[in-house]
């Protein structure tokens, strides 16, 4: 190809990759929805095996999603109301919330009993059940019991309406009853020994993963809260909701990328400086790595629709192993000197970027066959981009790079030579195979005390606070954790009301002993008709004689018209699951029911309230059929235990992948000498890791992918590079240790990060990456010792 | 602070804040009390009035416990918002979880624990009499629970002697107490139904 033929190249090569920038441009801020995917749980695998447990999930997500819970806490009750009221107007004034609810409407209470009258003989309690089952149920004393009954308070149904006070109890069950909020002065207020906690509840006019919502959502909340804490001394305001998470999670990715992707790059930008000697190369290697990243995000984007934060903070770091195609190539200009020519270079380092990007994209590769989204775009985005990164080294910057260079500086060389020569003199013969039989032996007991842990808390990890603040929430308003629900399914909706009745008594028996705060179903608001059947056939013996009926009432001192009145009141009306639903009182429990949702049959859900252990609410599930316990937390758990292990086969794998690569390019028996520095790297790692007790997770083994592919990378690096720098000895490690350090300048800063996952991944690169670099002279060690 | 403000509620409300003091710190100075009871209360659903009769037991901070004799056996534990129904054989079985309006049990409590903060969130409390023969007058704060009560009156000297309930739809309960004296040591049986060691 002649210098023509170069500059066409490189011509094509800058207009396809302006092009798409231009389009990736578009494709993250051109369009009305961001495609930056904030919330983490988006990123898991879709609830397995059920479909429909899926679309619950994301219903009870929808619910909860974008409602924003608060809680006004103040020692004094009136400031603590005034304050609640304050909020609640400050907010409604926003449209960033679509309603704000602090104070409750007037209320009527014959209004709210009325519609229940017709059905009052039968919707029983349990405990009205089983005395009506006992063989000496005495009517009359149930009625002068009723009419006795000290503090009775008469709220609800009227004693003419309900003599024997069925109805009454059975309301007092009911979710509204059962809250531990009470209505005062018109809103739901909580006393604690430490004052007053006022419930106020907005919804967003949006997602709460949409950042101009989730920002203007903030802003108002955090005004408001200003003010009434300045109008009320002593107000603390409690807040949860996805909301709040959301945000604390695009905070952190966004500290992350700002300390690990600014550290890194004003670390590399100084090492290239100093090694260089001259900004030229450092902007190429910027340019080089920079056209991957644009790449590759716009691939994602293109392929996967959106683009995962932990994708773009892996990117972050994929920095580092993108860089060295074109450091490598820069070195050789170096080490070339005068007789610098591009062809010729291009030609010279070719078949080590050839080898290193094949084995990089045949461990990515393997990597995206993992089902698992997160992990298939993290391995897209490598492929995409060090494969651009690498084109353009091929194309790009022989045209950028006509010219000849000053060697790199005599100073990091000779630190390489002497590291080199060093490692080269303890890991040569004998001596050296006795050194890695005694590191193996000091190895053992970390690898001993390796435990591992995949737990979902390591991708979300929320600030302390604001976990504290839902704790709290949760306790004070006996609201759910709505991430762990039952889902009962059956044929029809008779059928699953009878499945969720069955769950439902294992629950109340759980509350019972205190295990579980309560529980919220369907079917404790509209019974199935077995149930309701059952119940008035209970009380049929009762009314099957008339007379007898008039006789206890009128004992009671009951009036001859309202007897009348109860007796042709008998038997009422089931009351319909169809009826109740369309009810204004069903209005705020509407979502548990899935009768639309599932395609064939129907569904609910029940939502525990308080904290229970998983293995407790599987218990309660267990044996009973159509009911499922669906844990979000625990099944992500499961997976994340599953894919760890994938993960440690994967790497089992790969090793045994690169081994006929490399037996193909170099001999079968030099093999075990170019993998050792990777695989020994990725020994001592794990033995180190088993030292510091980390447990190790799925990112301890993502990270020992990228060791064994960088590992491998400086191993081809040196033994195909020595041959070319015979004159300046320890120039080509020198290479091989620039990118080493700025992997670790990338790659290792993720131990600053905020989410533990990505701290376990940067430690472990640090360890990997440092190990392997360091022993990477010995791949060629028997062939060349310096003197 | 607190005490400051309740002082400060009690001086807007009622007519005689020291006798309420008196009165409460009175009340207060016996921890746990038994006495005899009458309870009479007329209902307009019913022809006549309805008339009980019992031993109850109060014991400050824990609840009391209603023991009915006439015209029928029943012990109920009233312990903070539950109320709990006890077998012969001293088996706790919950009735209901009283909430929202009916706090009237728990408004008793605190007000013989002397927790009169608890008390002024829901009523207007005013006093009249004398330390020695005192009323009480309660009327509610809240307009859902005024939707249902209208007003409760205590009335007593060293003790408790009397209470009154009057409800919107008329129903009014009259409860006399007789032969109130420092309860003593209790029982294992009445240890657990309040729920003490």
Redesign the interface.
Known sequence: MNQQGLWLRAGWFAAATLLMALFGAWLLFGRDRSPIQTDLLAMLPATERNPLAEVAAQRLAHANGDRVILLVAN???DRAKAAARELGHALAKDNVFASVTAELPP?D?QQWVAPYLAHRFTLLTD?DRTALAQPGYNPA?AL??R??E??????GT???DDPFGWLQ?WM??QPW??S?L?????LLTA?RDDGSYVLVTATLNGSSYDDVIQKRALNAIDQAEQTIERDQPGTRLLRTGALFYAAAARAGAEHDVHVVGWISTIGIALLLLGVFRSPGPLLLAFLSTGIGIVAATTVSVLVFGQIYLLTLVFGAALLGEAVDYSIQYLSARANAGDAWEPRKGLRQVRPALLLALGTSLLGYALLGLVPFAALRQMACFAMTGMTAACLSVFWLLPALLQRAAKPLSTASVSVALALQNAVARFASGRRGIALAIVLMVLAIPGWWQLRHDDDVHLLVAPPVTLAAQEATIRDITGLGNGTQFYLVQGADSEQVLQREEALEQRLQSMV?ASQLQGWLGVAGMVPSMQRQHANQALLAPLFAQPDRMRQWLDG????HD?IERLLQAWPGTPLELQTWLKSPLATPFRYLWMGDAAHDGAATLVLPQGDASSALLQKAAADLPGVTLVDKPASISDLFGRYRRYASLWLLAAILLIVPVFGWRYSLHDVPRVLAPPVLGIAFTLAMLGYLHQPLTLFHWMALMLVLGVGANYAVFLREGEPHTVHRPGAMYASVLLSAITALLSFGLLALSSMPALRDFGLTLLLGIGFTALLVPTSVAHRTTFS | MLLLCVALSVHAQASSPDLLHTVLGELSQHSAVRAAFNQQRQNPALTQAQDSSGQLLFVTGHGMLWQVQQPYQETLALTGSKTSRIDAAGHMQPVRNERGVGQISQMLQSMLAGQLDTVLRQFNVSVEGTPAQWTLHFTPKQARVAQVLRSIQLDGGAFLQGIRIDMQDGTQTDIRMTDTRDAGPLTALEKQALGLP
């Open positions: 020692a004094d009750d209320f209470l405990a004393q002068a019991q009419v006795n000290p503090f009775a308070t008469g709220v009227r004693l003419q109890h007092d069950q009853s059962r531990p009470v209505p005062e002065d018109n006393h019972d009671a001192g009951f009036r309202d």
